[in-house]
C-alpha cells in the first residue's frame, strides 16, 4: 500500500466517483455480458473496463464488428443482468457521509445502467452523474471528469477522483484532479498512485466548504 498521507493534508472542493469497480462490483455481470457477446460472435472478449462500449466497439471495426449494433446489443444485456451487483465494501456508509451537493458520479456506463446497478447495490442515487451519453469523448479523454467538476461547479483541480480502472485514472489525472485508486477489483494496472483496497478504512472530514479524508483502523 502506498503512502497515503499527500491526499490526508489536502482539502478538496468535490469528490468525483467512478461506478464500476470504485463504489460498486459489477465484475461478475458484465464477465458474463461481456463473454456472452464475444463468444457469440466468434472472438476473444475485449479488454472493455474503464471505457464506454462505442468506445470499445470502434476498436472492433476490423473484426467486422458494427459498432453501432454492437454497442446497443451489449447494452441491452448488461440492463437485464443485475444479478451479483453489489457495493463496494463501506461505500455505502462513505456516499451517505458526504453532502449531496459535493460529489457526483461520473461513469462510462449509459445513464440508465448506471442508475439500475447503483439501485441494485443498494447506494444512493446520485444528485449529480455524468454518463456515457454527456460527453462526445470518453475516458481516457479528461472530458467526463472535467464535465463533473462543471456539474459541481467547482475546478477539477480542486476534486478528488476515486477510480479502480487505467483508462479513469489517466482521464481524471488529464483533468488535473487527484486521484485514490480502488482495489477491490484489481483492475488498475497504474502503480505510484495513492490506492486503498475499499472504504471500510477511509472517512469523509467535511470542513467547512471542502472536504478531507482520514485514515480509520480497519
Known sequence: ???????ETQSFDAF???????????SAASERVWGGWARDNGIPTPPYHGRRV???????????????????????????????????????EFLTSLPSEKWAVVTSAP??????????????????????ENVSRGKPRPDPF???AELLSVSPTR?????DADAGIHAAEAAG?????ITHTNSATLQ???????????????VGASLALERTQR
Do not use: H, W
Not at 453501432?68 to 463496494?88: F, Q, Y
Not at 476534486?159 to 477510480?163: H, K, P, R, S, T
Not at 484532479?177 to 485508486?181: F, K, Y
Open 1 to 7: 500500500m502506498l503512502s497515503y498521507s499527500p491526499l
Open 16 to 26: 468525483l466517483f467512478d461506478m464500476d469497480g470504485t463504489i460498486l462490483d459489477s
Open 54 to 92: 462505442e468506445d470499445t466497439m470502434a476498436d472492433l471495426r476490423a473484426s467486422g464488428i458494427d459498432p453501432k449494433k454492437a454497442a446497443a446489443e451489449i447494452t441491452e444485456r448488461e440492463l437485464a443482468d443485475l444479478d451479483g451487483v453489489v457495493p463496494i465494501p463501506g461505500a455505502l
Open 111 to 132: 445513464k440508465e445502467l448506471a442508475l439500475r446497478r447503483i439501485a441494485a447495490a443498494g447506494l444512493p442515487q446520485p444528485k449529480a452523474i455524468i454518463a456515457a
Open 146 to 148: 472535467l464535465a463533473g
Open 159 to 163: 476534486c478528488l477522483v476515486f477510480e
Open 177 to 181: 484532479a487527484s486521484v485514490v485508486v
Open 192 to 206: 505510484n498512485r495513492p490506492a486503498v483496497p475499499d472504504y471500510l478504512g477511509l472517512r469523509a472530514l467535511v
